[in-house]
């Protein structure tokens, strides 16, 4: 094998010497390992573990070299994953679906086919990580023999990666963010289902306000994908290549607001052992997404228009002006008008955040989109269970979709799939329980009464509360919580459920 690896690694060179274009030597670089190898494309990349970010460089094909600027946060415990590797290290993963290193990665990117990657780490300048990715479509498509051949190329592939970065690095951003950033959206078909159906008028709003960088405002139902579509918007403006930051703003306990959004100083208050940054300046140069806004207590609401005249902020516990450039995108299931009507939101804020407004329909005014999120889910669910069998619907469960009136929305039908890959166990998918779930009434429509003929208020209550709890499985707050569903706070909602006793646990069972 020595005398082998000698004479590709002089061949490698050789390739390398011919051209000092970026884009040429990714092209090289793919012919040559495609000879030698199962390779259908390869990404460049760096990786920074102090940002926990992935920023790809360009993409490589039979179609040529595509620059992109491409920017994935990783999760905690892909992080976690990602620190156990090491400069010079050649990893090899047989499913990109099962590890936690690239399941983030192929759901940022929209890959729903199984495939196998072999990368190599290169150290760079910073405390950062050049990664050379070579993808095969399916599974198991590297070998042993493959990491061998990286490893022994690892000197000229490290001397190449950290040269092409380099170049790639010194180029103009915005130079290839206008044409390039979106050919590589359309080329991996990111897509929100349904934007050419039940969405198709949502999605001219979102082209028409992508680009101008004002506030927007998402309304809509609970779990009608309010963040998908802002994640449509962010990613179709220029700030794609910056952070997207979610706040949930219901979830966020009262004495921790602050702290939250706008981050403390070492020593601020007991417990503050170092300084942390909050939501708005982890945002900086991207855009902050404030989901649930009309759950702001009305402090926060004041320290959330302060910051919105100007910008800037200070950490709790800090002196130091501190000014971010974020776009600011709105998200609510409730009538802001008629908490501003109540004094429960500041009509000012009210003002800033619904600058361009746009209504997402609930699911039952786009039926027609059922089949396609429901094939979508099933199979993205089956592939995070690990199912080793194919999924297939029974021949009547679209007509029960149909039927049904989905007071959950888009979350309440991910969850019936998830459900029903559990129980069915390989058959297809059926639904005999559906029809059977009781959907909120409508506004008007009265509940069943007893002998009296009347239905006293806090049975009332309480029902509709069971209700909601029922829908959510037992979860009072967060997405799909029975607090979101009834559009109350959860400390309100648990404060009705102690005065009614309603327990989780009766609920559950």
Known sequence: MGVEIEGLIA?????????RDPQQLLSRVYRFFKKLMPVDFVNLAVYDPRLGTLHYQAFVSDNGVLPVDEKIRLSSSARLEAA???????????NLNRHPITVDIIDHLGIADLASTIFVLTPLARERFGVLGFLAWGERRYRERHRRLLTGLYEPIAGAV?????????????????VANREFRKKLGYQVIGADTGLKEVMAQVEKVAGLDIPVLLTGETGVGKEVIANAIHNYSDRMTGPLVSINCGAIPENLIESELF???KGAFTGAEKLRRGYFEQADEGTIFLDEVG??????????????????????GGSRTIT??????????????????????????????NVFPIRIPPLRERRGDIPELAAYFARRQALEMNL??????????FEQFAAYDWPGNIRELKNVIERALITCQGRPLSFPDLAARPAPPAAGE??????????????????????ALKISEGRVEGRGGAAELLRLHPSTLRAKMRKLGIRIRRVAE
């Open 84 to 94: 156990r590797l090491e400069a010079g290290e050649v990893c090899l993963i047989d």
């Open 388 to 397: 080793p069998h194919t999924v297939s619907f029974a021949s009547r469960a």
């Open 324 to 353: 971010v450039d974020v776009r600011i995108i709105a998200a609510t299931n409730r009538d802001i008008q008629v908490l501003v009507r109540e004094n429960r939101f500041r009509a000012d804020l009210w003002y800033r955040l």
């Open 446 to 467: 009265p509940l069943a009464a007893n002998e009296t003929g009347f239905l006293p208020l806090d049975e009332m209550i309480a029902t509709h509360i069971r209700r």
């Open 162 to 178: 950290g040269q092409i970065i380099a170049h790639f690095e010194i180029l103009s951003q915005k130079e290839r963010l206008a």
């Open 11 to 19: 061949e490698f060179t050789r390739q390398l010497a011919a051209s």
């Open 263 to 265: 981050g403390y100083e």
């Open 295 to 316: 759950e702001l207590s009305p402090a926060a609401q004041v320290k959330l228009l302060r910051f919105l005249q100007t910008l800037e902020l200070r950490r709790l």
